[in-house]
């Protein structure tokens, strides 16, 4: 069922709980993570980030997402994730997604605000949940970089909670992405996390705090922070490295060459359990990546959810 972010947050509250919040540049990762939530029981989100644009259109996915969303059995919020600018935010909350987040973290703090009062301002005509950002985590949703903690990584600026205060205030946003320690993309090394951060910020703004970098944070920090009051969870990266790992290992067993009817083709193979050659079909890829990050969702699903405390 297609929900709001908001109406999303107000269940975690109740539970104490965080929503993972999924980036889901292709089909295949809308059915995994989707799968994993109504395996589980629990609401989640769905989100295309700006920067994947190139990888996949909006005009493309975002139907999709939405159709997908409407037909599934738990709630699920449909987001667009480090939306750069307002003109692509209205493209789509004009398609009927239900919740946004327009980053302006890396621009001065007025302009940032202003900015982001229109995109609430535009939201609120249409019933949809707006998520915001002070503070910068470094490096952006492709995670390219190599920053794991604070002193490699100049670009990562912790949240000011006084500052995040104010910028709630002139805003009227519904939730706030909070930098205290982790970053896009993978962890070359352990992150170092102030959860004091987020206590201050949760007690000054009195909203959910938003943790962008789940992947790759362990299970004990992650449900710490929990406490501490983050209840949505962006995660991605380790989600969509482990279908490519798998996909990768199938495929290293080789190839040889096929003729065919006097055509000629290469046969790639893979090895099943009883050593026979099993010829690889696209479909063949399209499952064996599924159904390994379906499953790595459910394990991080299950930690948002509090559902395996530490």
Known sequence: MLVTLKEILEICEVRKC???SFNTPNLESIMAVISAAE????????QHAQVHEEMMPLATIGPIMLELARQAKVPVAVHIDHGETVEYIYRALDMGFTSVMYDGSTLPFEENAANTRLVVSLAKKRGASVEAEIGSMGKRETGIGSAGEVGKDPEKIYTDPDQAKRFVELTGID???CSFGTTHGVYISKPKLDFSVVEKVREKTGLPVVMHGGSGVSDEDIQTAIRK???KINYYTYMALAGGKTVAQQFQTGSEPLEKDGKKYTLYYSIVEDEKKSPVMYHDIVQWGTQVMKE???KAMATFA????K
């Open 175 to 177: 939730a706030l992405a």
């Open 229 to 231: 009051g983050v209840r």
């Open 39 to 46: 395996e589980l029981g629990v609401p989640v989100i769905i």
């Open 306 to 309: 509090m559902l395996n405390q």
């Open 296 to 298: 790595n969702c459910k």
């Open 18 to 20: 965080a929503v993972g």
